[in-house]
């Protein structure tokens, strides 16, 4: 009986000590994220959740670019450019034509995989890469030309296919969907989309386009402060319904989407 006794008090101290040990490493590393911020460089969690094979994360890194993480380990940024990027190398990077926080004519030769919205060498660009447990296609888009005119096939929606999940990113979307638009691209479960109003779609057109989708949840991207946030999501409602997080990234899975459409807001630059 004293031996159990004795062995209770010894596990109960090892206990306390671990809780304790936890608390302090917690601490820690969340002053260390504070004071190692540096300005356009987002830093994601120092101890990312494992990913079951079911779950995708993402990261609102700013303005039109998202870190998208795989179970796998794939490492995807959307709308790779210079001034806004990802503090990890990405396996994949998705760019497109618009303006230069949407590309970079430079990136890192450490990533293995450059996807450009447009051709180079004209023409529509043509995407489909199969790397680990992720496949990127993309649906090419008209820009608008600065000076007038059209950039025709500027622009790429990128869909990603990554467990079970549909995730499209709209770029730098400047029109409504065609017929043959919507039927490249398929059925969605997820669009991260442009909601400024101004510089991509107007409002009506990203409503248009955002209904014609049907995916069960939009995360809006390249907005400038809240201002166009709020009209973006006044002019959404009631057609969706709005949740905001508290933190930049999400776990997302088919069990986890919402039942009816929603817009998840997540604060970023």
């Known amino acids: 009986m004293r031996s159990a006794h004795c062995l209770i008090v010894t596990l109960a101290w090892l206990l306390l000590t671990l809780a304790c040990a936890t608390a302090t490493a917690a601490t820690a590393d969340r002053c260390l994220a504070v004071s190692d911020a540096g300005p356009r ?23 039109a670019t998202f870190l998208i993480e795989s179970a796998g380990g794939v490492k ?3 709308d790779y450019n210079d001034y806004l990027r990802p503090r990890v190398v990405p396996d994949i990077i998705t760019m497109n034509h618009a303006h230069e926080t949407h590309f970079t004519p430079f990136p890192d030769p450490r990533i293995r995989h450059v996807l450009r919205g447009w051709n180079p060498a004209g023409g529509p660009a043509m995407h489909d890469l199969t790397v680990g447990d992720v496949r990127v296609r993309n649906v090419t888009t008209n820009l608008r030309g600065w000076t007038g005119g059209t ?3 500027g622009n790429s929606i990128f869909v990603f296919e990554i467990a079970g999940l549909c995730i499209a990113h709209l770029g730098h979307l400047h ?18 989309a442009p909601v400024d109003g101004s510089y991509t779609l107007d409002m009506d057109g990203m409503l248009e386009v955002l209904k014609a989708l049907r995916a069960r949840l939009v995360i809006p991207m390249h907005y400038f402060g809240e201002t166009t946030l709020t009209r973006f999501l006044q002019r959404m409602q009631p057609t969706f319904k709005v949740k905001r997080s508290s933190t930049p990234t999400v776990v997302i899975s088919h069990q986890s989407l919402p039942a009816q459409p929603e817009i998840l807001v997540l604060p970023g630059n």
């Open 76 to 78: 995807i940024a959307t």
């Open 175 to 192: 029109h409504t969907l065609t017929p043959r638009h919507l039927g490249q691209i398929g059925q969605l479960d997820v669009v991260l």
């Open 151 to 153: 950039e025709m096939y």
């Open 41 to 63: 460089i987002h830093r994601a969690s120092l101890r990312p959740v494992v990913l079951k094979p079911t779950e995708v994360r993402l990261t609102f890194v700013g303005h």
